[in-house]
């Protein structure tokens, strides 16, 4: 994991491409350590990964891990939602299973056209945890989340486009969500904070 800040905006990068960037124990902890703490002065935060995957999910040799890992998730999940300041998924690739679960709690996404979604509980045989496939339903929308759970579907990056699932595509999503991020920062944190809130008020 790695962690900067320039100009305002931190910009935290997982940093595990030779197992794609899936999640384990300590890349979720490292993950919840930008989110939490002190939240007096919160920057935007822009998250991607090192090569071509942004997460390829949890990290199935690490299965071991099982209660554990949930309750981690949880924390940074819960820690994701409360930061008061505006957090861009830039996805260099797929999000796939808790990867595209992490990128819908994220509050906006930019994709470039390698990215796609896709969720395979159903082809592996496993319920993921109600609350994140209400948050995937309630952040993606239920179209993308029927095709991700029900139909158990890829969407591509245009698909996701317009189905509202990713909010914009660029040919360096990195560049795209740290000029989203820049432009974030020079606005009034209390505004965004609280319309952030607003936001989650129905929705998780």
Not at 178 to 190: F, K, Q, S, V, Y
Request: aromatic share 6%; with cysteine.
């Amino acid at each position: 994991m790695e962690r900067s800040i320039e100009d305002g905006v931190v910009l935290a990068v997982m940093d595990r491409p030779e197992r794609r960037n899936a999640l384990d124990r300590g890349t979720v902890a490292a993950l919840a350590q930008v989110f939490d703490g002190d939240q007096s002065e919160p920057l935007p935060v822009v998250l991607t990964a090192t090569g071509t995957t942004f997460c390829a999910g949890f990290d199935l040799t690490t299965q071991d891990e099982g209660a554990a890992f949930k309750v981690d998730a949880d924390h940074l999940f819960a820690s994701m939602l409360s930061y008061p300041a505006p957090i861009i998924a830039a996805l260099n690739g797929p999000a796939v299973g808790m990867g595209a679960v992490l990128a819908a709690t994220c509050d906006t996404r930019i994709g470039c056209t390698s990215s796609w979604l896709e969720i395979p509980a159903a082809r592996l045989g496993v319920v993921l945890d109600v609350d994140y496939v209400k948050r995937v339903r309630d952040r993606l929308g239920i179209a993308a989340a029927q095709l991700l759970f029900v139909a158990s579907r890829r969407i591509d990056a245009s698909r996701a486009v317009e189905l509202g699932a990713l909010h914009a595509l660029a040919d360096d999503p990195v560049a795209e969500a740290r000029d989203w991020a820049t432009h974030a920062a020079a606005l009034h944190g209390n505004s965004l904070a609280a319309h952030k809130r607003f936001c989650l008020l129905y929705t998780s």
